[in-house]
């Protein structure tokens, strides 16, 4: 399967295939743009004319158009800049969640076109696809100016082995071994990706980075819904580990007395931080008891606790401080074992980050083992991002501009 690197391209040396030049060509009109081609040649660190030849073949598949004509350098020919030509594609992206599904559409780019829509999630999978299919498709009917969908992606509350389209675990579905990919794919008539949501969260933040701003070092995203999931990205690539699920992070006790998790055990850092916990602890709800996984669905959601919290309800800032004190607890165990670079977080609760910085902070400092671990970067993604949806497109966009590893 192919590796997904947006920012190694050195990989690509003499003698690799044209469709990785025209990928990392892409790529690179991609993060500079708008961009002339002799610039395109600099950075690709081939002769002019070889760039040349990869820009006429983009041009004449409509990957990427002629704008506005930059200042010339002596006496040459003023040069004309290139952009990605994302007018007349579009990709769907899709988080499922165990309360909710969401849909957003976006350009190549993983620009947002329209709003995102969103419907109950009904746990048996088969209704699930067919209902998705109906949606996609009427969906796509009102964007038919924009032109073809690329393709669908899907961020998935769990385990996924996306090389056969298979959810492998999805504790708060109760999903074990779904074919997800096939039966979505058959019925829209276009490819559909699947990943992990926390594994797309992670591509998503490494494509979204432009490539001459390399980040340096590993990093970890953590996104929290109604479960946890997590994406460790080392050395600019997305870490899979042997069977797909490396980065269970969601599913590391923070306490084996503590409440029962949707995975069947106890004390799992999701059971104590994922939006569903902090509902149940508002709501006064004992945690252990079998998840109340319709809270949600019932009209009062995480963000309505933060704004009740806002407004000066003691019980619900309550609610929000532990869970804030559970988080940075968690972090401190992800600093411990992977010393990455950064963290990302995303999820409704990061809308609380005025509120509950301090107590994350502090949490982190508490648990980690040196105080460079205390002091590890923490960067919210904003929840209007849509990082899951975002992650979602990124399954279906990135591996378009991407370098794929060939060492
Ligand atoms: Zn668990």
Redesign the pocket.
Known sequence: MRKINPHDFTVARRGTSREINRQIALNLIRAHQPISRADLARLMNVRRGVASLLVSELLSESLIFEGAVGESVGRGRRPTFLYIDSRQRCVVGVDIRASRTYILVTDLMGRQLGVVSSFQTNRNEDVLIQELARRIKQILGDYKEIGACEGIGVSVPGMVDPANGRVLHA?TLAWRDVNLRDPLAVALGIPVHIENSGKACALAQLWATRSDVIASGNSVFVSVSDGVGTGIVVNGEVLRGRHNTAGEF??V?LSIDGPK??????G????YISNLATLSRYLGQDVSEPRPRDTETANFTVEDLIARARAGDAKALAAINSTARYLGLGLASIVNALDPARIFIGGEITTAWSLIEPIVRSALRERTLTEFGGTTEILVVPAEDHPRLRGAVALVAAPAFAAPMVA
């Open positions: 504790p969601g599913h006790p998790c949707s995975c069947g055990a106890t799992c850092w999701e059971a």
